[in-house]
């Protein structure tokens, strides 16, 4: 019964491949997000979508693409990775709208190593 | 530049003491909150304190705001080794996302 859950939780490949990280929550909240933090812990918003539509495009390079199917799902695809790209990537969730009191729900992070 | 700024970025107790992490930021918020994250786990919400409050409580937890100063603290009062952790502060500007503060790493030793 875990609220946000991403997977996989660990990633190792290779620079140049392609991978992607899937995100699901059963909050029932409408916007979801996707943060990377850097290895000095650093946590930077990459995108969000709100009812599968996008919402926030932070400065990210177009190798990182975003699709939600759903509300209740965002994933990451990364193209060509780079070494640059060796990170956690954290998905979040949140409810918008009355009463909303601002709480980003947390998935448990995938850490992607690119070799 | 960053919205938020945590200080100390390191800090270290004994159980028992209280812990005290401030964080600045540069422009008007909506509302600040603060989250802590164990090693290699997720993000989990504390407390959320809105720019027309000055003080909340949370069991343990006490935050506070200075919107004049653009500064907020929380304090942990009698600290546990279960209270090791970093902590985030994250401040919402109106139509934006939260940004992140680089956080404070705390340890509590037994």
């Known amino acids: 019964d875990t609220a946000v859950s991403q997977t996989p939780k660990y990633l190792v490949t290779q620079m140049g491949n392609d991978k992607s990280i899937k995100c699901e929550q059963n909050?029932?909240?409408?916007?979801m997000y996707w943060y990377k933090q850097d290895s000095k812990k650093f946590l930077k918003i990459m995108f969000s979508?709100?009812?599968?539509?996008?919402?926030i495009n932070e400065t990210v390079p177009n190798r990182f693409s975003p699709k939600s199917p759903d509300k209740a799902h965002l994933n990451l695809h990364i193209n060509s990775l780079e070494l640059g790209d060796s990170a956690v990537y954290f998905c979040?969730?949140?409810?918008?709208?009355?009463?909303?009191?601002?709480?980003?729900?947390f998935g448990e992070g995938s850490r992607l190593t690119v070799l | 530049s960053q919205q938020g700024e945590e200080d100390p970025q390191a800090l270290s107790i004994q159980e028992g003491e209280n812990a005290t992490m401030n964080c600045s930021y540069k422009?008007?918020?909506?509302?600040l909150q603060w989250y802590r994250q164990n090693s290699g786990r997720g993000l989990v919400h504390l407390i959320l304190?809105?720019?027309?409050?000055r003080e909340k409580h949370s069991g343990r937890l006490r935050v506070t705001l200075d919107t004049s100063k653009k500064s907020s603290s929380l304090l942990i009062t009698a600290s546990r080794a279960a209270d090791t952790a970093s902590y985030f502060c994250?401040?919402?500007?109106?139509?934006?996302?939260?940004?992140f503060g680089p956080g404070t790493r705390l340890s509590v030793l037994p």
């Open positions: 979508y709100n009812n599968k539509e996008l919402i």
């Open positions: 304190i809105r720019s027309n409050e």
């Open positions: 994250a401040t919402r500007v109106t139509g934006q996302n939260f940004v």
């Open positions: 909050l029932g909240h409408d916007t």
């Open positions: 979040a969730s949140s409810q918008h709208g009355r009463g909303w009191t601002g709480e980003l729900f």
């Open positions: 422009t008007s918020i909506n509302n």
